[in-house]
């Protein structure tokens, strides 16, 4: 996750030149003012332009470049990162298919060796108009890891340990709302920035050697060797004896006081932010999940789009903002309320399954997590694809009629809404 905790291009407008980068001026002799962008000659009236650069890359070598984005007008700062912000958003959604058609893993190699490539290429990038389509197609084509890593924990990770885990591989996305624009403007320049998370990714390329595909994600696709090949290994790690017999038989059916406030509200959001993304994934049918997950980022590339657009052109007084943010956190407060609670406890991949789940799930997550050695039943029990029409049958009784599932989330405010408005309509005689 934390190359996606690096693309500094999401908040280009909150970056400012770094140090390290200085207007070439070998060839103006009597320079009696110079900036970054601009230089003045002796005894002239007139701003010149400064049209070369030189930066100093990886604090050693000098690179020169004809074009520099702070240089620009301000509104082709913004437009970066709109573009990259809409590069998220058409990404956000693309990977989600992906990873529910392909695999996990597949997705999150993709987003590693498509951020390696594009940041290798922006580093040394001297156009403006190449700049912007790579910084657009490195954001469509690296935005897998903003949610697919957290799916990936939530499929793969025992019940006792899958909360720990996604919040560990979630510190990085929410560290980026803090610390991603101090940490790019602590660095020399971009281009030494891009390059170190260039390094950065060709270490996570070998460690990805070593990560397994989503046992869940394998069932489902009816891939049976693989994802038993997974929970043995599992189960090595974890010192379960796997009896050499133990196979997994699917069913046919697949289915200031102001400043204080700021930064009150800030914490306040990065851990409710922290707490949404390792609930989400959770709450999502495995046939499905990557493809929601990642439209529900979408919309927040699209919302960080419009917010941008409303605060740099001071659409809304800022009375009238701080009226908005309140009455939608109080909107999110009372949603958050019809989430149901994960811990302690697994979902299936349809809701409705919630009772039958525990039972249906043993192989999962008796290899995956260290328990007690299994009965003959628990090795003979058939994964199911946790399917929401039909019965579920276990080893020993092949006749048990299924009961309906208990109300959990926003079902338990389906009678209070019944009664409310039976309530009404008796007061007012309707």
């Known amino acids: 996750m934390i190359p996606s905790m690096l693309n500094e291009y999401e908040d280009m407008l909150l970056l400012e030149p770094s140090e390290g980068i200085y207007c070439d001026l070998s060839d ?34 000098w690179i020169k470049k004809t074009w520099l984005v702070f240089c620009d007008q301000r509104t082709k700062v913004l437009s970066t990162t709109i573009i990259c912000r809409l590069g998220l958003l ?39 108009s190449w700049f912007n389509l790579l910084i657009f197609l490195r954001s469509i084509f690296a935005s897998a890891n903003i949610y697919t890593g957290l799916v990936l924990v939530s499929e793969v990770a025992s019940s006792t340990w899958r909360t720990s885990l996604s919040a560990i591989v979630s510190t990085p ?82 289915h200031s006081a102001f400043g204080i406030v700021t930064s009150i509200s800030l914490g306040t959001g990065v851990i409710i932010h922290g707490l949404i993304l390792n609930i989400t994934p959770r709450l999502f049918a495995i046939n499905i999940r990557c493809t929601l997950l990642g439209c529900c980022h979408s919309s927040g590339q699209l919302g960080s789009i419009i917010c941008y657009l409303i605060v740099s052109f001071h659409v809304f007084e800022d009375v009238v ?4 943010e309140t009455g939608l956190s109080i909107g999110l407060l009372l949603l958050c309320y019809v989430i149901p609670d994960v811990d302690r406890r697994e979902l299936p ?8 789940f525990s039972e249906l799930s043993k192989p ?15 090795l003979e029990i058939r994964v199911y694809s946790f399917g929401s029409t039909g019965q579920n049958y276990s080893a020993n009784n092949h006749h048990n009629e299924r009961l309906p599932a208990q109300r959990i989330g926003f079902r338990r405010f389906l009678p209070l809404f019944q009664g409310f408005t039976k309530n009404t309509r008796r007061i007012f005689h309707i």
């Not at 695999?103 to 001297?126: E, H, N, P, Q, W």
């Not at 903002?321 to 908005?324: D, P, T, Y």
């Not at 991949?349 to 039958?356: Q, S």
């Open 321 to 324: 903002l701080i009226v908005i």
């Open 349 to 356: 991949d349809v809701i409705e399954d919630m009772d039958y």
């Open 90 to 128: 058409f990404g956000c959604i693309i990977f989600g298919l992906v990873s529910d058609n392909f695999g996990r893993k597949r997705a999150i190699t993709i987003d590693v060796l498509a951020d390696l490539g594009f940041r290798l290429i922006l580093t040394f990038c001297d156009t403006e």
């Open 28 to 61: 103006t002799t009597s320079i009696t003012n110079s900036s970054l962008c601009t230089f003045t000659v002796l005894n002239g009236t007139k701003e010149i332009k400064c049209n070369i650069w030189h930066i100093k890359f990886m604090w050693i070598i």
């Open 173 to 254: 996305r929410l560290l980026a709302s803090v610390c991603l624009v101090p940490l790019a403007n602590a660095a020399p320049n971009l281009e030494t920035f891009n390059f170190m998370a260039c390094l950065f990714d060709v270490f996570l390329l070998f460690l990805l050697r070593w990560t397994p595909e989503s046992p869940q994600w394998l069932l489902y696709n009816r891939k049976i060797p693989q994802a038993e090949k997974i929970l043995q290994k599992a189960a090595r790690i974890n010192r379960i004896n796997v009896c050499s017999n133990f196979k997994i038989r699917p069913v046919n059916h697949r």
């Open 364 to 378: 999962l997550r008796w290899a995956t997590q260290k328990t007690n050695s299994p009965s003959n039943e628990e």
